[in-house]
């Protein structure tokens, strides 16, 4: 074979393999587009359905991944650890919790967060009567006034530092004058198991608090004066 005839061959072939790779770059960055395209239009159809399920003062209860959640599932006899309340603000919805610092988290974070991404929504039962706008608006700027907040992780019954269950509990009496659920005192709880015994000695050493009021998730979850949304 020629000398020129062979580079002639070998020149084609690598403009061919050229091509050819340019194709499939092409071909792969559409489906990449086509695909990304797809996904947004899942988020954006979930958050309608979001934004037209729940409301504003839903409560969302899941199983938070933290190192006293299993403390606290023994302690309460439940299956979830952490509680919070939802706020819409600008056709988004957000979570008002009690972590370190309390705060607002997008709904779909805050879902992502806790284990297995399931959660629960709960909702006064008569909400769309005793919910006003106005109501609503006074319940939620109490929330707000706790966000910065450091999270309270001694449980104590004060404004100084605030925990999940304590966050929800006093945005609806103090902003809406409904008591979810009866107080309890540290010593009504389970705190017999091992687990619980040493986050407590942990927590307080030899000292518990055994009478300081406490509200757990649980105590919500079982409130007579919600229902199941989700």
Known sequence: MPFNSFLK???YKIKFSMKYLILVSIISLSLFACENQKDESVSN?????ELTTYQTGDIVFQTSTSSQSKAIQLATNSKY?????IVNE???LYVLEAVQPVKLTLLNEWINRGKANHFVVKRLENADEILTKNKIQKAVKV???MIGKNYDSAFEWSNKKIYCSELV???YKEGLNIKLCDLKKLKDFNLENEVVKAK?????GNKIPMNEKVVSPQDIFESKKLITIY
Do not use: A, P, T
Request: without cysteine; aromatic residues 12%.
């Open 9 to 11: 061959g070998i020149f």
């Open 45 to 49: 159809i979930q958050e309608k359905i």
């Open 81 to 85: 650890s952490h509680v919070g309340i």
């Open 90 to 92: 600008q056709n988004k």
């Open 143 to 145: 929330g707000k006034k």
């Open 169 to 171: 509990w006093k945005i």
């Open 200 to 204: 407590l000695k942990e927590r307080y």
